[in-house]
């Protein structure tokens, strides 16, 4: 009776772990991004710019990484104004996206294709996509474009 037990506790734990696996490695919905490239500029050592990678992987984006201490110099050459920068700056589809921009905001840019060269949201707000926190303002995504004003482009 006590072999018999042991082979039934036993058998459950396989049976949990192989549907783990199951679920685990079962393919979902395809992404209406799954083939698309992006390319995130980040510090070498910022571990939030990591977990925004993660977050555009788990997407469906395939992305590649360039990791520099010269951010600055990357954001000037880009042409994104001081008051609108965060850490990292991610080109997709010829668009810049600066910051920790969750994935609708990034839909409504590739879906409309507006004539900007691309959004921006400042900072690093808790809650946002690869960042830490409870969600207690909303995100206010900009418009980058040249000799305009800010326009707010997306409030998530």
């Not at 810049?96 to 609708?104: K, N, Q, T």
Request: glycine residues 10%.
């Amino acid at each position: 009776m006590k072999k018999f037990k042991n082979l039934v506790f036993i058998g459950g734990i396989v049976g949990v772990v192989l549907f783990i696996v199951a679920a685990l490695s079962a393919p979902g919905e395809p992404s209406k991004f799954s083939g698309m490239e992006a390319t995130v500029y980040m510090s070498p050592t910022c571990g939030c710019c990591g977990n925004y990678v993660a977050y555009l992987t788990r997407k469906g984006i395939k992305v590649k990484t360039v990791k520099s201490n010269e951010m600055q110099t990357i954001k000037d050459e880009m042409n994104i104004p001081e008051y609108l920068r965060a850490c990292h700056t991610t080109v997709i589809a010829d668009y810049i996206v600066e910051g920790h921009i969750p994935i609708e905001g990034i839909d409504k840019l590739l879906s409309e294709k507006p004539s900007i060269r691309g959004i921006a949201l400042p900072g690093m707000p808790a809650a946002s996509p690869g960042m830490p926190g409870e969600k207690t303002i909303p995100f206010d995504i900009y418009k980058l474009q040249d000799g305009e004003k800010d326009e707010l482009f997306l409030s998530i």
